[in-house]
């Protein structure tokens, strides 16, 4: 009894220890052979190398490679493991001939490590090489062939085998060696490598190089009497020369690998970048940052989006250094206005057309300047955004709110506008907030997006804030031939295609925009220095434009956006002010009709045109006049287009067609009523310096008024004392107003008066 009850207990310890070792056997392998630290490696989208940096333990080691190209597959195996693809791991021919060669010399002379015994061997950090490591070995080795594939196993042992020096796996040691690819090597150059991993350490390129010629060629010859090159292709592969001194890693796009290693750590990145457009853009940023180095301007950054898939097909972080400024804001200049056009037409308080006041403007502490330093008196909302000026779209802005304003930005796509209107204030429209150059790019693209898919018939987005009618009209006005001010040399870019494109320069000259639009592209440039620091003649249309047009140059034509036309509503307008037609714009112009322009369907329409009244003229056209001083039956009426004094004052110098109204008939005296006399400066609650100089003559304020009569005469007061009278339209005259606050007024002849408040420092 007891004899059976010990034969069951040896059975079932047999069977326990046989069901352990079995667990012990299925566990002993790691889920993760490999788990060493790897390059960042920067693919382009058809798979080419871009770019790479050094592993963090300092080797150079590719993430493992999924396939072995053919001929270092086949070298491998012919130098290393013959029968690889027969064995299960172990080769019991090579041990039986290792056992046998070791023991009649008495010492080791012959391994019998196969390429699964080696791919082990790597994974548990080359341990010293004891008998009971090599049980181990070949233990895992079966394991291992259990779990993968010949070529799983061939790829692990290819992408972790040392290469000499600090190069590990066949990826990495393909580039540093030879400048390609593995699957691009020749016979010999695939012979090299195959012949590195049996003694890195005693022979790489560099030193050696007998032995390890003599190494590769006698791998040539076993691969030709295998049979995979005949005896030609194997004389032709001894004639190449072997590798020098380890070759740089390519270095296209640095910054967007940089960026990308940030965001996602170190390891194969699968780009969007076009290899070869991205060689040529960073070639053409090159050529352009030579010229701009003469000017102290250093730094310059790019980036062109595929619209559809909104990925980037060129990143280039910077022309020098190593800050990638694609992801740094940076003063947005004049690049937010087409925003603000886009979001007016959308709620229907502005027409393309319609006038917009343009003259001497001061909001608080604020008093914005166009580029050019002059005024128009008033423009067209397109002349706007088309011209970039810069008071016109303060006062827009003003009408239409600060905070809806940053929402649409916000909602366009710019994540670095956080903070609200009262700090920002009307500055926004100028440069007041920080952008990023990949922000501003995708808020272009979500634009030509959304209209390039309205045409298509596709789901309308209903996340962007700018309707399909309004960014339409916008891209119409951003296309047109007319460029702004500081734009001179716009007529000398060149290129195959419509783009509708908007600059920007930042206060003091430090940062120059542009980015350009078409259906497929987007294409956005800065130009600057990094430190902040300004110099002269920086200006989008200058420095970032140029690059733009070149940057265009370089992608395949495309066509141009359709007409949303179910987004889109026809407005008849008045030739002269943009504003919708009134009864009267076209009296005295026999078979003229109004104007016709596409909106986008708003929720209102702005009121009828307010510069075209009724003047009633005495016979001969000399004076206006009532019926107090001529009868009504020899009045002629007539309708004329009439700005407000100070807007008048500023348009005629640049509009030879403007008629100013005849003068006040002189019986009229002290009826003229309100309107007709503006003070264009100071204006009320600025502030402003009186120049101090050596000479009293150059001392002083100059101050400036309007009147709708060009024969007026203008008398000037401050405070309580009369400083002199101006005329023949020209009303300017200086003072030396004391520190402190002021009452400047001013009258003429019928009465009319003006004052403003100001303070004098």
Not at 341 to 359: F, H, K, N, Q, V
Not at 392 to 407: C, H, K, N, T, W
Request: aromatic fraction near 8%.
């Amino acid at each position: 009894m007891g004899e059976k009850r010990n034969k069951k207990w040896t059975k079932t310890a047999v069977f326990l220890t046989i069901a352990a070792l079995f667990a012990w056997y299925l566990a002993a392998l790691p889920a993760k052979l490999f788990d060493k630290p790897v390059c960042a490696v920067l693919e382009s989208s058809d798979g080419r190398l871009m770019g790479a940096r050094i592993a963090a333990d300092g080797q150079w080691r590719f993430p493992a490679i999924d396939t072995v190209s053919e001929k270092f597959a086949k070298a491998i195996i012919t130098f290393e493991d013959k029968r690889f693809r027969r064995h299960f791991g172990v080769d019991p021919l090579a041990v039986a001939r290792a056992v046998r060669l070791n023991s009649a010399a008495g010492s080791v002379r012959s391994g019998a490590s196969t390429i699964t015994m080696q791919t082990i061997r790597l994974s548990r950090g080359d341990k010293p090489r004891t008998y009971r490591e090599k049980i181990i070995e070949a233990i895992l080795a079966t394991r291992l062939e259990l779990r993968c594939s010949k070529n799983r196993i061939l790829a692990l042992y290819a992408s972790n085998a040392p290469f000499g020096s600090n190069v590990v796996g066949l990826p990495a040691a393909s580039w540093r060696y030879f400048g390609r690819p593995a699957d691009e090597l020749s016979w010999a150059e695939s012979a090299t490598l195959a012949v590195l991993p049996n003694a890195p350490a005693l022979i790489h390129p560099g030193k050696n190089r007998d032995k390890l010629l003599r190494k590769r060629n006698s791998l040539l010859d076993k691969l030709c009497d295998a049979g995979y090159i005949d005896s030609q292709e194997c004389a032709l592969a001894k004639d190449e020369p072997l590798p020098g001194k380890p070759r740089p890693m390519p270095n296209l796009a640095y910054h967007y690998l940089e960026t990308q290693r940030l965001s996602n750590g170190d390891g194969k990145i699968c780009s969007s970048l076009n290899y070869g457009l991205q060689e040529r853009a960073e070639a053409i940023m090159a050529r352009h940052a030579e010229t701009f180095a003469t000017n102290g301007v250093n730094n310059a950054a790019a980036v062109i989006l595929d619209v559809h898939s909104g990925k980037p097909v060129v990143y280039c972080g910077n022309v020098k250094g190593d800050v990638d400024v694609v992801q740094a804001p940076r003063s947005s200049g004049s690049t937010l206005k087409p925003f603000l056009y886009g979001a007016m037409l959308d709620e229907g308080s502005i027409l393309p057309g319609m006038l917009i006041a343009d003259t001497p403007f001061h909001y608080k502490d604020f008093t914005p300047n166009n580029f050019n330093l002059t005024f128009d008196g008033a423009v067209p909302a397109s002349d706007v955004i088309r011209r970039s000026l810069n008071v016109p779209a303060v006062r827009m802005l003003q009408e239409y709110g600060i905070d809806r304003f940053i929402s649409v930005l916000t909602e366009a796509g710019f994540t670095t506008i956080t903070r609200g209107a009262e700090i920002y204030g009307l500055s926004l429209i100028l440069g007041g907030a920080e952008i990023k150059l990949c922000d501003l790019a995708e808020a272009y693209r979500r634009a030509a997006l959304k209209l390039s898919e309205y045409g298509a018939g596709a789901v309308r987005r209903d996340d962007y804030p700018l309707s399909a009618g309004a960014i339409w009209c916008t891209f119409d006005v951003l296309s047109g031939v007319s460029r702004p001010e500081e734009e001179g040399d716009w007529q000398t870019f060149s290129s195959v295609r419509k783009v509708a494109w908007k600059t920007g320069t930042s206060y003091g000259n430090r940062d120059a925009w542009s980015v350009g639009v078409t259906p497929d592209y987007i294409v956005a440039v800065w130009a600057g220095n990094c430190d902040g620091e300004g110099r002269p003649l920086l200006t989008g249309v200058g420095y970032a434009a140029p690059v733009m047009f070149d940057l265009f140059n370089l992608l395949p034509p495309t066509g141009w956006f359709p007409v949303p036309e179910n987004d889109l509503r026809e407005v008849a307008v008045c030739p002269r002010s943009g504003h919708p037609v009134s009864d009267i714009c076209l009296e005295g112009h026999p078979g003229a009709n109004p104007d016709t322009v596409l909106v986008p369907v708003a929720p209102r329409t702005p009121d009828v045109c307010p510069y075209h009244r009724i003047v009633h003229l005495s016979p001969d056209g000399a004076y206006q006049v009532n019926s107090d001083c001529c009868p009504v039956s020899d009045m002629v009426n007539v309708s004329w287009f009439v700005l407000p004094p100070a807007q008048e004052w500023y348009y005629m110098r640049s509009h030879s067609d403007y008629r100013r109204l005849p003068p006040l008939h002189p019986s009229m005296a002290g009826n003229s009523g309100s309107g007709i006399l503006e003070i264009i400066y100071p204006q009320s609650g600025m502030t402003v310096a009186s120049p101090v100089a050596l000479g009293t003559r150059d001392r002083g304020v100059v101050f400036s008024a309007a009147h709708a009569d060009p024969q007026a005469v203008l008398y000037w007061h401050l405070d309580d004392t009369y400083l002199g009278s101006t005329s023949r339209g020209e009303h300017k005259i200086k003072a030396v107003p004391a520190p402190g606050n002021h009452l400047l007024l001013i009258t003429d002849a019928n009465g009319n008066t003006a004052s403003v408040r100001f303070t004098a420092k």
